[in-house]
C-alpha cells in the first residue's frame, strides 16, 4: 500500500521568495516519487522525478527535491519564486515496479509580485 | 510526438445521455490510466490498463462508467446514463511501465457538464 500527504492545500509567497512545498509519503516497497504541476485548464505535467540514485533532484523551470528516506519526505523547493510558478503542484508515489501511481490532493501556489 | 491525445476537450449532455471519451495513447506507451479531478475529491484513479488488459477498476464508481481498450492506440471511458455529479475533468494518462522510466503522461484533458 501506498499514500502520500501533502498538508494545507495552499501556499502564498511573494515573488522572488523561496517556494517550499512539502509531501510525505508512505510505501511498502522502496518507491518512485514524482512532482507534477497543472497549470489552469491543462494537463498534468511532469515537474520531476527520484527513481534510484542522487537523492536530490533537479527538474524544470528550477525545481528540485531532495528524497529523504528517514523522514519519508520529498519535499519540493525553488529559490526565487516567478510569477509563472502559480500553479497546483501534486506529488505522486508509485510503488516498485507497480504501474499505478498514487497522487496528494495537490496544494496550490500563488505567486504574490 | 504529439503525446496523449483526448477528444472531446470538452461535453456538455444532458442527465440521462450517453457520453463517451475518447484517449490515444503515446506510441509506444503500453500502460493507460483514466482519472477524475473535480474541486471536491481531488484526482482519482478511475481505472488503468497494461497491454490493453484492464488491471484495476477498483477507482471505477458504479456500473455506469465502463472503459474499454480495443488495441493499443485507443480507449474510451463510457457514462451510461449519465448524472449532474459526474461532472468533472477527465485526464488520460500513458506510460511505459516496467521500467523505472515510467513516469506518466497526461493529456489535456476532458471537461464534462452534465445539465
Known amino acids: 500500500a501506498q499514500s502520500v500527504t501533502q498538508l494545507g492545500s495552499h501556499v502564498s509567497v511573494s515573488e522572488g521568495a523561496l517556494v517550499l512545498l512539502r509531501c510525505n509519503y508512505s510505501?511498502?516497497?522502496?518507491?518512485?516519487l514524482f512532482w507534477y504541476v497543472q497549470y489552469p485548464n491543462q494537463g498534468l505535467q511532469l515537474l520531476l522525478k527520484?527513481?534510484?540514485?542522487?537523492?536530490l533532484v533537479k527538474g524544470i523551470n528550477g525545481f528540485e527535491a531532495e528524497f529523504k528516506k528517514s523522514e519519508t519526505s520529498f519535499h519540493l523547493t525553488k529559490p526565487s519564486a516567478h510569477m509563472s510558478d502559480a500553479a497546483e503542484y501534486f506529488c505522486?508515489?508509485?510503488?516498485?515496479?507497480?504501474?499505478?501511481?498514487?497522487f496528494g490532493k495537490g496544494i496550490t501556489l500563488s505567486v504574490r509580485p | 510526438d504529439a503525446g496523449v491525445i483526448q477528444s472531446p476537450r470538452h461535453e456538455v449532455t444532458e442527465m440521462g445521455q450517453e457520453v463517451t471519451l475518447r484517449c490515444k495513447p503515446i506510441?509506444?506507451?503500453?500502460?493507460l490510466f483514466w482519472y477524475r479531478q473535480t474541486m471536491m475529491r481531488g484526482l482519482e484513479l478511475l481505472i488503468y490498463?497494461?497491454?490493453?488488459?484492464?488491471?484495476?477498476d477498483s477507482g471505477m464508481p458504479e456500473d455506469r462508467f465502463s472503459a474499454k481498450m480495443p488495441n493499443a492506440s485507443f480507449s474510451t471511458l463510457k457514462i451510461q446514463p449519465s448524472e449532474p455529479r459526474d461532472s468533472a475533468v477527465y485526464f488520460c494518462?500513458?506510460?511505459?511501465?516496467?521500467?523505472?522510466?515510467?513516469?506518466?503522461?497526461f493529456g489535456p484533458g476532458t471537461r464534462l457538464t452534465v445539465l
Open positions: 505522486a508515489v508509485r510503488g516498485g515496479a507497480n504501474s499505478k501511481l498514487t
Open positions: 527520484y527513481t534510484t540514485g542522487a537523492t
Open positions: 506510441s509506444g506507451h503500453n500502460s
Open positions: 510505501s511498502s516497497v522502496p518507491p518512485y
Open positions: 490498463f497494461n497491454n490493453n488488459v484492464p488491471i484495476d
Open positions: 494518462a500513458s506510460s511505459l511501465s516496467g521500467t523505472h522510466k515510467s513516469e506518466q503522461f
